[in-house]
């Protein structure tokens, strides 16, 4: 692994600014682009690529899977390579990286943070485990999706439970989420290892012929997510 972000001291020791990681590193032309592949202005969110050609000996090839390594780094932007980051670079060139783009949802084109508002509901007394994510929308392009797993004692009515976790959101993030929809299911979809997935949730909802990953736990899970978005016609279930 090799650093694209830095503050080089043998080169020039910079002022430190808190939440970046520093300016690129020598070899690397690192951009914020838009949707359109075009570079933002300075403090405007957008995609952290790098422009071609990279320094050498970095990101030759994925082992076995070349298509893969093409599609999913360079496909979605020509003549860059596609960090999978989201962030902003400010009027000095110091880089702010945001998040997983993942995680990172355009409502009715503000971009937003799907952990920011995990992290709202995590929060509520009631939920034992959450996650949160955007599912397809035809008005807003995309809007959020919040899983809960109740704790097994809980003196709340679901209805209050979910009345106040939308509440909280709104308050916490702010009317532009469009946090509106929670739904509390029994489990959540793990990896092996334990770690919720939240494209596969995603996928559900929005894709007819996904692919079911490996790493998945329990693909009986699958049918039971299905089940609990067609009774409340969540995505392509409506």
């Given at each position: 692994?090799?650093?694209?972000?830095?503050?080089?001291?043998?080169?020039?020791?910079?002022?430190?600014?808190?939440?970046?990681?520093?300016?690129?590193?020598?070899?690397?032309?690192?951009?914020?682009?838009?949707?359109?592949?075009?570079?933002?202005?300075?403090?405007?969110?957008?995609?952290?690529?790098?422009?071609?050609?990279?320094?050498p000996?970095?990101?030759?090839?994925?082992?076995?899977?070349?298509?893969?390594f093409?599609?999913?780094?360079?496909e979605?932007?020509?003549?860059?390579?596609?960090?999978?980051?989201g962030?902003?670079?400010?009027?000095?060139?110091?880089?702010?990286?945001t998040?997983?783009?993942?995680?990172?949802?355009?409502?009715?084109?503000?971009?937003?943070?799907?952990?920011?508002?995990?992290?709202?509901?995590?929060?509520?007394?009631?939920?034992?485990?959450?996650?949160?994510?955007?599912?397809?929308?035809?008005?807003?392009?995309?809007q959020?999706?919040?899983?809960?797993?109740?704790?097994?004692?809980?003196?709340?009515?679901?209805?209050?439970?979910?009345?106040?976790?939308?509440?909280?959101?709104?308050?916490?993030?702010?009317?532009?989420?469009?946090?509106?929809?929670?739904?509390?299911?029994?489990?959540?979809?793990?990896?092996?290892?334990?770690?919720?997935m939240?494209?596969?949730?995603?996928?559900?909802?929005?894709?007819?012929?996904?692919?079911?990953p490996?790493?998945?736990?329990?693909?009986?899970?699958?049918?039971?997510?299905?089940?609990?978005?067609?009774?409340?016609?969540?995505?392509?279930?409506?």
């Amino acid at each position: 692994m090799l650093a694209m972000l830095a503050n080089m001291v043998g080169v020039e020791l910079l002022e430190s600014k808190v939440g970046s990681a520093g300016k690129p590193v020598c070899g690397y032309d690192i951009q914020i682009l838009n949707e359109n592949g075009l570079e933002t202005k300075p403090d405007e969110e957008g995609y952290i690529a790098i422009k071609l050609p990279l320094p050498p000996g970095t990101l030759m090839n994925i082992w076995g899977d070349t298509e893969r390594f093409k599609k999913g780094y360079f496909e979605r932007f020509p003549d860059f390579y596609f960090s999978g980051d989201g962030g902003y670079k400010d009027s000095d060139g110091y880089v702010f990286v945001t998040g997983r783009v993942d995680d990172i949802i355009n409502v009715a084109g503000h971009r937003l943070s799907t952990a920011e508002m995990e992290e709202v509901v995590s929060n509520h007394t009631d939920v034992a485990e959450c996650a949160v994510f955007g599912i397809h929308c035809d008005l807003k392009g995309q809007q959020p999706l919040g899983l809960i797993v109740l704790k097994s004692k809980t003196s709340h009515q679901l209805d209050q439970i979910q009345n106040q976790i939308v509440l909280n959101v709104r308050e916490e993030i702010g009317a532009v989420a469009s946090f509106r929809n929670v739904l509390v299911v029994n489990r959540l979809p793990k990896t092996r290892s334990g770690k919720i997935m939240r494209k596969l949730l995603r996928n559900i909802a929005d894709v007819d012929d996904f692919k079911v990953p490996s790493t998945l736990n329990d693909v009986q899970i699958i049918s039971e997510i299905q089940d609990i978005y067609m009774s409340h016609r969540i995505g392509k279930f409506q």
